[in-house]
């Protein structure tokens, strides 16, 4: 309360302010410290007893006083009583009365330092309560008085006391000079004052009792939560219960009073927040006061329910990125200011120092600043339709407005006093409407900034109340004229965000409200606009864009703003369900905001802080004017950094430390509107009452500021239940409906266990948690955000607890770190969209720890397996966010200027903080020790080759598979997909990815004797990236690779050595010519007609077990293809085909993919079709035109894209690489009905590892073979088998795959060029074999597959396997590479050739 408006009111002009039923209202702040007296004096109801030193007030002098006369007055009535202090100073006190008592007191006395000490009186009793209203900088002192400073002006002093408790009929107080140490009484007693009662004080109006509990909770929490006796609890439940009579008796019904107690403070000052969502106008509040017995889940544990993991999964993917960006990236037209601001800056050869824009009722107003030698130009245009005359000053400090030196005065410019009236003129360019300009420049750099109005006709406009200012001092970091062409994001959305930035950056009720009214833009974006909105709202998270400038907003008003963007999500979150998980990230960013008055409490609480600890001055109060200025996460640190300092005894490094590790240095703290100078001050004996008082402050600031925080999530959802003492354990306020049973106890035991070392028993509590909130996350709830918060902050408290728990696991057995894997892979899949691969991965290991328990032989093996596949799922997690988080963060950190080390590990930080990367540590640490239980050790060798060569570390070797290495290289590849070609010059590979050992990369590193091996162990593999440049000798052996640092001569050697030992291969083609036949049966497949893939498949027709099945089949032979480009019909398309060759021929690689498409262009002849068809029909296929035209199309389409896959890059480059004539290769097409496998196969009958003759090596997945051919991640199950013991597969892995390929009954087209199977020329597989119907692809669940779980299944099966391979081998006399598959337990082989 200022001191002008205290001296207005005690001289009669009394303009009441709005009646606060708040405790200090926040409007207002404390002016300063109260001096502390040094008098230790005890302090009881009546007055001063039993002084511990003799007072200064002179006894023997009487103090009179006269009554004066009580006038009557309606509707008030006042009193006037008059005192003489000393004889020589005058007391006057003035109790007047409506509905609250006011007492005005007046004191004639020079001292700058009386204080007011009071209490009330109540029911007659001597003893002293304390009203719960009472003036600015009051104090509680020791619970038995308040003290007031009185407010100096002039020789007098004032204070006001307005007392709304009718329940006190008095008030008794005393005055303390504390420079003099002097008190002055009523002679020798307590003044005592008699406070009117109000005529329309009734006492038998009923006040509902539940209504009395929450007020009553209300009192005591203003009060800093203090523990109370049972006197007081009395007085407490009494004084609430006076309180709301007293509004009733106003008129307010039971319901008016619920509604205010239960209901939103709908006041707002901005026009943004007026909105309310529908879930707060339906949301129906519940009080209920608890029974005080409650049932507890036991102290040690509890007990997990039993749950079908299988009803966790969710499948709410968003469309693919690609899909999206097309369309959200394609630029709008640019506006028409636009225009001529893009035109400006092209015409300024300065770069633009600052750029601005504001909103100008439906218009806007752009500035730019450009600076250069010295002077500043200053360029302003608007596209608002009226004429505008700009108002406009110049300044050398914020706030003021100096006259611009007239020199510098544009055209049509008028001084008037302090500033100049400038008229704007049209641009002379060519846009679509006209645009009104201002130009201005300025010498020197002595003046920081513009502040200007407008006026159009005769109104004036302003910036939402405040002039505009351009601050031309400071430069603006988002200014740059290229921000990329962000493709990959909602580019539209990112370029509103960024031109609104400004205007966010005022306060975070702007930047929430901002962002609440870009939720349906973003909406429409899809999953790049919330994309976009998460990347906006992180930064602003990460103190990367500015918090507040110069923007005095009230807590109430921030909270209110958050309290409409979540209302927003929350809307979008029940309704968009593959989003959720990024509206759950955005949540996390923005807070829960205010429920009710929260924050208004952040206000009123601090003061609450510094009355009852006396800590008024220095740096509590420039952190209270800090908060009554604006409040931000920041408050949220510097809380629990002064919590930290206390604890510590008052050691400052301590609270130092606590701000920096968070971000906050002593820069930042005087970078506030309000600056934080001091550091914190305190006295031992406030420790206890500061350390309570800050952990009540310390749950309001999070319920604002902190959506996460588990403390104020519980208490929020669950009313404030146990939050009291005494009388007010268990009074309930807005708890959640419809929560499930003992759902209390169980987060009761959460909060238990927060803090405990052994972390076990907690994270099984808060995953029990999460796992019963789950199906309310699922559908529509009037709370639904509430809960959203809750499930935030118990994710997030999985997070730390697991860090937490490292420790325990120092020593910890596989058992206990695999139940910790289960543990976060859970927290994981219950934060996913998409998640039922994590699902999987849980069930996973789970079948691992009962295999562990069960004490099986592979439990080891089968886990080795499973924690590849987790590694993989978070690898494929990562990979999803960083497409979709990254392009928007590169793009709106460019518009905004953020740091670029920001924005490059934008999307790796957005990983750390969730449950992956706690995921991938536990990963990291077990593998070594299932590696050994399963004498897996560090590589698993594919090519044992020894070699000697520079080592090159390369991100994936798809990127340098085209290249020449002009030295023997040795490439360490983070990936490896499966389906590469070994780039030129390079004589090994190496890498931490799991091809098979059986896909394409993997015998093509065999065929061409290069080493390649797979290392597990991170260590070893950090070793060799760090001999990037090096030479080393490698040595495999089966199960290990020994490497060693050697000079350059060693490499000489070794190649001498190698051009020795390997002469080049001299291989050529045949070019095969049309027979005349459009198609042929298995019968007639020949050297000529078809290549090897077909005539081998042809050839074990009949011969091999009855019990191995082989797959009808029919080709298109040679020749067909070049027949079909020789037709008429197809004349355009061979002639364009003849165009793109050459450029071809001429070195342009990018011809590949065009010939690949003008092929798929070909036309069939009638005469193929019949003869395609009749073929099929003869030898009992299906034939696909009895299902219509369209399935005949796509059988056709199917057919071109095997002839046009002669021109994949990696079939093309290959040829090249062996000196192959391309033109020669030819393409026959074999036919075959596609058996949709249980299981498919690959088998090699020689060891293709060790080369061992008698054992057969085979790899098995779940579903169609092009998993295990192509590049699908995870390996397949791999087994050996003895020749001469068939029976007795010996398991080496279990499958990682997490993919399945699975059709419907169809039809497949298979590639079987004249360039496959050539000696020294492993041409297989680099062509496409393309089914005629798309794959379904499955997620697998390999806990419910009996090639796993079953022994005596798994052992039929691959021993199957093992013996058709040996037949078909014995059948050639030669190695055989077979694939085949499984189908109801048959086995069928789809063909075979030479094993390389």
């Known amino acids: 309360m200022s001191n002008s408006l205290v001296n207005n009111l005690l001289n009669r002009a009394l303009i009441r302010p709005p009646h606060h039923t708040k405790l200090n209202s926040s409007c207002l702040p404390a002016v300063g410290k109260i001096g502390r007296s040094n008098l230790s004096t005890q302090l009881f109801g009546k007055g001063l007893h039993k002084s511990a030193q003799r007072l200064l007030t002179d006894i023997g002098r009487p103090v009179s006083f006269v009554t004066r006369a009580v006038l009557a007055m309606d509707p008030a009535s006042q009193a006037v009583e008059k005192f003489n202090l000393d004889g020589n100073i005058d007391l006057l006190v003035e109790v007047s009365s409506t509905n609250v008592r006011e007492v005005n007191i007046q004191i004639a ?27 600015d900088r009051t104090i509680n002192y020791k619970n038995r008085a308040l003290r007031t400073p009185f407010v100096k002006s002039g020789d007098n002093s004032y204070l006001k006391l307005e007392i709304d408790d009718h329940a006190i009929q008095a008030i008794e107080f005393l005055i303390f ?35 009395v509990q929450i007020q009553a909770y209300i009192r005591w929490e203003r009060n800093g939560k203090q523990n109370y006796s049972p006197e007081k609890e009395k007085e407490e439940y009494e004084a609430a219960r006076a309180e709301l009579r007293e509004e009733m008796m106003r008129g307010a019904s039971a319901e008016d009073l619920r509604r205010k107690l239960l209901k939103k403070d709908d006041t707002s000052d901005s026009p943004e927040s007026k909105e309310t969502s529908s879930s707060e106008q339906k949301s129906e509040k519940k009080v209920s006061k608890q029974p005080k017995q409650k049932k507890h889940f036991s102290t040690e544990k509890i007990q997990r329910k039993g749950r079908d993991l299988n009803k966790l999964i969710c499948k709410h993917a968003a469309d693919s990125v690609e899909s999206k960006s097309k369309s959200s990236s394609e630029p709008r037209a640019l506006t028409t200011l636009e225009m001529y601001a893009k035109a400006k800056e092209e015409q300024e050869s300065t770069p633009v120092f600052s750029k601005k824009s504001f909103k100008l009722e439906g218009s806007m107003i752009l500035v730019l600043v450009t600076k250069l030698s010295g002077k500043t130009k200053i360029h302003l245009a608007t596209d608002y339709k009226e004429k505008i005359t700009l108002h406009w000053a110049l300044s050398q400090k914020g706030g003021e407005w100096l006259d611009p030196p007239s020199d510098i005065l544009p055209p049509n410019s008028l001084p ?66 290229d921000y990329g062409d962000g493709k990959g994001t909602a580019k539209n959305l990112l370029d509103r965000i960024a031109n609104l930035e400004s205007e966010a950056q005022k306060s975070f009720m702007h930047r929430f409200n901002i962002a609440a009214d870009l939720v349906n833009e973003a909406k429409n974006a899809g999953q790049l606009g919330f ?76 003061l609450v802080i510094q009355r009852n600890n006396d800590c008024a001055g220095g740096m509590m109060e420039e952190w209270h004017q800090k908060l009554h200025n604006n409040t931000s996460p920041d408050d949220v640190v510097i809380c629990q950094a002064l919590m930290d300092y206390v604890k510590s005894d008052f050691d400052m490094s301590v609270y130092w430390k606590t701000l920096n590790e968070n971000g906050i240095t002593k820069e930042r ?140 696991l120092n020593d910890a057995g596989p058992e206990k770190i695999m139940y910790f894997i289960s543990l976060v892979l859970e927290n994981l899949a219950l934060s996913s969209d998409d998640n039922e691969d994590l699902i999987y991965c849980l069930k996973g290991w789970q079948f691992a720890l009962n295999m562990f328990k069960s004490k099986k032989d592979h439990w080891a093996l089968y886990a080795k397996s499973v924690l590849d596949r987790s590694r993989l799922a978070l690898q494929s997690k990562a990979e999803r966010y960083l497409e979709i988080l990254q392009p928007s963060a590169e793009y709106l950190g460019s518009c905004l200027g953020v740091d670029q080390w920001a924005v490059s590990i934008f999307t790796e930080e957005i990983i750390r903080a969730g449950s992956a990367a706690a995921l991938s540590s536990l990963v990291n640490r077990l593998d070594p020790v299932l590696r050994k239980t399963a004498n897996l050790g560090s590589w698993q060798v594919i090519s044992p080759v020894e070699v000697v060569g520079y080592v090159t570390v390369v991100d994936e070797l798809l990127t340098v598979q085209n290249k020449t290495y002009d030295r023997p290289t040795i490439i360490v590849a983070k990936r490896v997909r499966g389906e590469e070609e070994i ?76 051009l020795e030992d390997v002469p080049p291969p001299s291989i050529s083609l045949v070019k095969k010519q049309f027979v005349g036949r459009y198609a042929i049966s298995s019968e007639e497949f020949t050297n000529d007609l078809v290549g090897a893939k077909s005539r ?37 398309v061979s002639e364009k085909l003849q165009v793109l060759k050459k450029s071809l021929d001429e070195g342009d690689q990018g011809a590949l993919g065009e010939i690949r498409k003008t092929v798929l262009g070909l036309v069939a002849p009638s005469e193929l079709v019949e003869e395609l068809k009749r073929t099929m029909k003869s030898s009992d296929m299906p034939w696909p035109g009895d299902e219509g035209e369209q399935r005949w199309e796509q059988a056709w389409s199917a057919i071109k894209k095997v002839w046009a896959s002669k021109w994949n890059e990696r079939a093309y480059f290959s040829t090249k690489k062996v000196k192959l004539d391309h033109d020669y290769l030819c393409m026959a097409v074999l036919v075959q009905e596609v058996i949709n496998a249980d299981y498919a196969f690959v ?79 492993a041409g297989a597989g680099l062509y496409d074999s393309v089914p005629m119907d798309e794959e379904d692809k499955v997620v697998l669940d390999y806990t419910t597959d009996p090639l796993i779980t079953d022994e005596s299944f798994q052992k039929k099966i691959l021993s199957d396997i093992a013996r058709a391979g040996d037949a078909i081998e014995k059948l050639y006399g030669t190695p055989q590479d077979i694939e085949g598959v499984i189908r109801h337990g048959k086995l069928y082989v789809v063909q075979t050739r030479p094993q390389v």
């Open 1243 to 1321: 088998i090699h009958t020689t060891n293709p590892s060790s080369g061992d003759s008698s054992e057969i090596y085979a790899e098995v997945v779940k579903g169609l073979g092009e998993t295990l051919v192509g590049a699908y991640p995870g390996r397949s199950l791999s087994f050996i088998c003895k020749k001469n013991n068939l029976d007795s597969p010996l398991l080496l892995g279990y499958p990682s795959k997490p993919i399945g390929l699975f059709i419907r009954r169809s039809i497949i087209f298979r590639s079987d060029s004249n360039g496959e199977d050539l000696e020294g020329y």
């Open 669 to 808: 703290l005087l970078s506030y509107d309000r600056a934080i100078h001091s550091e914190p001050s305190f006295r031992r004996e406030q420790k206890d009452g500061l350390l309570r008082d800050l952990g009540h402050y310390m749950r309001t600031l999070k319920a604002v500021h902190s959506g996460a925080d588990l403390e104020s999530a519980i208490q929020n959802c669950m009313g404030y239940q146990d939050d009291g003492e005494g009388f007010m354990v268990g009074v309930q306020i807005n708890p959640v409906s419809g929560l499930p049973s003992g759902y209390p106890d169980l987060l009761r035991f959460v909060l238990q266990h927060v803090e405990e070392k052994n972390v076990e028993p907690l994270l099984e509590g808060l995953l029990e948690a999460r796992q019963e909130l789950r199906p309310l996350l699922l559908k529509s709830h009037d709370r639904l955000k509430d809960l959203l918060f809750l499930d935030l902050a118990l994710d997030s408290t999985v997070r730390t607890a697991i860090e937490r728990g490292y420790e325990q």
């Open 416 to 481: 008037v006093r302090g500033a100049v009236d400038t008229q704007l003129t049209i641009a002379s360019t060519d846009l679509p409407s006209p645009v009104q300009t201002f130009e201005v420049e300025i010498e020197g750099d002595s003046y920081k900034g513009m502040p200007f109005v407008l006026k159009a006709g005769e109104r004036w406009i302003k910036n939402s109340g405040r002039d505009f200012y351009v601050d031309f001092a400071k430069e603006e970091k988002h200014v740059q004229k």
């Open 109 to 135: 006395h020079t001292s700058d330092s009386l204080l007011l000490h009071w209490g009330g009186i109540r029911d007659n009793k001597e003893k002293w309560v304390l009203p719960s209203r009472s003036p």
């Open 983 to 1058: 780039p030129d010059g390079a004589v090994a590979v190496l890498t931490p990815d799991m091809p098979d050992v059986l896909s394409h990369v993997s015998v093509r590193a065999r065929n061409g004797k290069i080493c390649f091996a797979t290392c597990f162990d991170s260590g070893i593999l950090s070793d060799l990236q760090a001999m990037d440049g090096k030479v080393l000798s490698l040595k495999p052996t089966s199960a290990d690779v020994v490497y060693r640092e050697v000079n350059d001569s060693e490499v000489s050697s070794q190649s001498s050595d190698n």
């Open 177 to 211: 000079d504390e420079s003099r140490n002097k008190w002055y009484k009523n002679n020798g007693q307590n003044f005592h004052i008699n406070l009117p009662m109000g005529k329309n004080v009734e006492h038998n109006v009923s006040v509902p009792e539940d209504l």
């Open 531 to 606: 994309a976009g909105i998460l990347v906006w709202m992180r930064f602003m998270a990460t103190r990367q864009l500015v918090w507040n400038k110069n923007y005095n907003v009230k807590p109430r008003e921030i909270s209110k703003a958050q309290d409409r963007l979540t209302d927003v999500l929350q809307e979008v979150y029940a309704s968009y369900p593959e989003y959720r998980e990024l509206l759950r990230m955005i949540m996390s960013t923005v807070g829960r905001g205010g429920e009710g008055d929260v924050g208004q409490r952040i206000r009123d609480e601090i």
């Open 1096 to 1132: 081998n498949i042809g050839y074990l027709k009949g011969k091999v077990p009855s019990w191995v099945g082989i797959p009808t089949s029919v080709a298109l032979p040679f020749g067909v293809f070049e027949k079909v480009l020789s037709e008429k019909a197809n004349q355009a």
